[in-house]
């Protein structure tokens, strides 16, 4: 299948009557995205919800698109981007999937760590709304397995964030979403048994990356530059990562990345523990 | 804490301990039809009581373990549900009911277990809603056996998560445990610590809120001694262990691993069972199959951690001036004891002769040294518990390796090869828990 150019006027001509204003966000790996308003049903009127409207037409995005649309379909939090609608258009005589998310109206973590290291109370603040919502997705049994910046998004203000694409998240009952032994994941980011790839996984992967996008946020930078086989092979320390840091946030941190699963706090306890150092750092 | 690993028979004999311990009751030693009605309130160590569903079972077979089959099978999780219950109005005695219905139930043992959830499902609610109607103080959901890396665990969780549903379902408000069930294939040859399997098998407990923590059992196809030899199994029972209680802060659960369920206690257990005979210290399918042997009374030595040959070797030790260091002191050891001391054999006491089935007093003086050793270490706080495990299997492993050069050499009854592998796999685990 060749792969379509979605230009936001095609895309505003095959959604005519649902959406409007189509501004591109980005493309890659994931499918298109663009910004734009849902008209209400009646008069076709702009609503006041903003919208992400992810488009995909490749095989493996159809795959994705489902699975993040079943996992999200189980889910209400408010710290997950909410399913709004999914369906297809025909464009160019082929079949596109969309998906309608709550648009996020903020800064996606990887570009805000870009601009300059981020304040501790701003890293609990994550770690309380991204904590909150592994637990949420893992009540469902489901592991986000790509908690990452680029996932996790920092609303305008910084007060809050957003955990989103749930698109290689997996049920423990799904198969795989392809041959038995790939690993699926954001290289840097990844806890040793996903890495490992042949065991069930937990939210205990799902915090373990948690706790190096923090460090990531404390430090300003990955703290082993992006390499995956560093983190999990020499024992990252947190203190000597961030040595100003406070110790509380640290020793957190610390714990999130311990090799062995048990040893990481249950995601209810981070996000308590992060509630509390949000307030008083 | 010690609790009994019991058999067939609940009522314990004179002399044994009764309060300050528990029981876990065994699915494959009573039929259900019988437990439902057993009267539990008559006997002291059963106020506190945990049964075991023993799904883990499952794949026993018929042909050789028939009468662990047809006591199993009458359980609803293994498939008791395809037969009526058990009415005495309506099918008479339990001996006319049996004959009924068990070559009905002996033939639908099909050595495996459901995969579709439904029905996994109604198995696991139904091993929750027994335990609750038989006044257990916790709930163990049943898991199957690990036998292979290959499945990735994906089973085990299915039962688990239907397990805790059912508890929710049914308003459980008592602690409830995860089983975790291993076969030794699978712990040996690998690092535990670099043991991806062991790290899923915890991680999957503690990532789960509801659950207050494991019972653990090890399946130990391949032992051929009463205590376990495996270095990789103890060292992986002492991580798991460590994992889940020092990790995330659980509670844990040992059974069938004999006097090393003492020995846990330091890395972190809090309930450990074990039975008199060999086949409640240690858990093995062969030890399910039909026999028609009866044992040879043992006796247990707390100081050495092991048995020793009660009809030449207690003897031949106590003539040496060994008896100081190889003699328990308990309740029922007492007559034996002046008896050796006199010069005297074992045999010339009824109540300790070397026979088949005499375990008169050998029965309640091991279960006697179980409960104190147990005690005392229970009554010790965690790193002083684990500074006086440390000591006692060093003394043990020395005692042992000074009767191994004992000439002429002791018969094969007194255990001699176990106590340096505990202490070598105990001070593994302790570096590592203390680094």
């Known amino acids: ?281 | 804490m010690f609790y009994y690993n019991l058999r067939y028979h609940f009522k314990t004999k004179p002399g044994s301990p009764e309060s300050g311990c528990g029981s876990i009751v065994l699915a494959s030693a009573v039929a259900a039809e019988e437990m439902s009605r057993r009267q539990f309130k008559n006997y002291p160590h059963l106020q506190h009581r945990i049964f075991d569903p023993q799904l883990y079972l499952a794949g026993l077979d018929p042909r050789t373990a028939e009468g662990t089959v047809r006591k199993l099978s009458s359980y609803k999780w293994f498939g008791g549900q395809s037969v009526p219950e058990y009415d005495s109005s309506k099918h008479g005695s339990m001996k006319t009911y049996r004959a009924t219905y068990g070559e009905q139930l002996l033939e639908g043992w099909s050595r495996s277990l459901p995969k579709d959830l439904s029905s996994i499902g109604q198995a696991a609610r139904a091993a929750v809603e027994f335990q609750l109607n038989l006044g257990c103080e916790a709930i163990l959901l049943p898991s199957p056996m690990t036998d292979t890396h290959r499945s990735g665990y994906q089973e085990e969780v299915q039962w688990l998560d239907a397990g805790l549903e059912a508890s929710r379902e049914l308003r459980v408000s008592l602690p409830v445990y995860a089983t975790v069930a291993l076969t030794s294939n699978v712990l040996r040859g690998t690092s535990p610590l670099r043991e991806g399997l062991l790290n899923a098998v915890s991680g999957h407990v503690a990532s789960r809120e509801r659950l207050a923590g494991a019972y653990i059992v090890i399946e130990q196809g391949d032992e051929q001694k009463v205590d376990c030899t495996s270095g990789d199994t103890l060292a992986s029972l002492l991580l798991l262990i460590d994992d889940l209680v020092r990790g995330a802060g659980r509670q844990v659960i040992v059974n069938y691993m004999g006097t090393f369920g003492a020995i846990a206690t330091a890395a972190g257990a809090s309930i450990w069972a074990t039975g008199y005979y060999p086949s409640q210290r240690r858990l093995r399918f062969a030890d399910f199959d039909d026999k028609e042997a009866f044992a040879y009374p043992r006796y247990f030595s707390v100081r050495l951690l092991g048995d020793v040959g009660i009809r030449d070797d207690l003897l031949t030790l106590c003539k040496r001036n060994l008896s100081s260091r190889i003699l328990t002191d308990t309740t029922s050891a007492r007559s034996l004891h002046a008896a050796l001391r006199r010069g005297e054999a074992p045999d010339s006491l009824p109540l300790w002769e070397y026979k088949q089935g005499n375990h008169s007093l050998a029965m309640p003086h091991y279960y006697e040294c179980m409960y104190t050793f147990g005690r005392h270490l229970h009554s010790m706080e965690r790193t002083e518990r684990v500074e006086f495990v440390d000591k006692w299997l060093a003394s043990a492993a020395a005692l042992a390796a000074e009767l191994r050069a004992v000439k002429p050499k002791l018969s094969g009854r007194t255990e001699l090869s176990h106590q340096e592998t505990w202490l070598t796999e105990f001070r593994k685990w302790r570096g590592y828990a203390e680094s």
């Open chain 1, 1 to 281: 299948m060749t792969r379509i150019r979605l230009e936001p006027e095609d895309v505003t001509r095959a959604l005519e009557g649902r959406y409007a204003g189509m501004t591109p966000l980005g493309s890659g790996g994931q499918g298109t995205v663009f910004r734009c308003h849902r008209l209400k049903t009646k008069d076709r009127k702009v609503a006041d919800d903003e919208v992400a409207l992810k488009l995909y037409s490749k095989k493996a995005e159809v795959e994705r698109i489902e699975r993040e649309v079943q996992a999200l379909g189980r889910i209400r939090h408010p710290n997950l981007a909410g399913l709004i609608e999914y369906g297809t258009v025909t464009m160019g005589g082929q079949v596109v999937r969309y998906v309608a998310y709550q648009f996020i109206d903020g800064v996606a973590l990887d570009r805000r760590i870009l601009a300059s290291p981020i304040a501790p109370a701003t890293v609990s603040a994550v770690g309380r709304d991204v904590a909150a919502a592994i637990g949420d997705i893992w009540k469902e049994r489901i592991v986000h397995r790509d908690v990452s910046p680029k996932n996790v998004m920092l609303r305008t203000g910084e007060r809050d964030a957003v955990l989103i694409d749930l698109g290689i998240a997996k049920h423990l009952s799904q198969a795989p979403l392809t041959s038995k032994g790939t690993v699926w994941g954001t290289p840097g980011y990844m806890s040793p048994e996903q890495v490992a790839g042949t065991l069930k996984l937990s939210c205990a992967s799902d915090i373990y990356s948690l706790g190096v996008v923090m460090l990531e946020g404390l430090a300003g930078k990955h703290p082993t530059d992006g390499d995956q086989d560093d983190l999990i092979n020499t024992r990252v320390v947190a203190a000597d990562v961030v040595p100003s840091a406070p110790a509380g946030l640290v020793q957190l941190i610390q714990r999130m990345l311990s090799p062995r699963m048990t040893f990481r706090p249950l995601p209810s306890a981070v996000a308590e523990r992060c509630a509390i150092l949000a307030k008083t750092l």
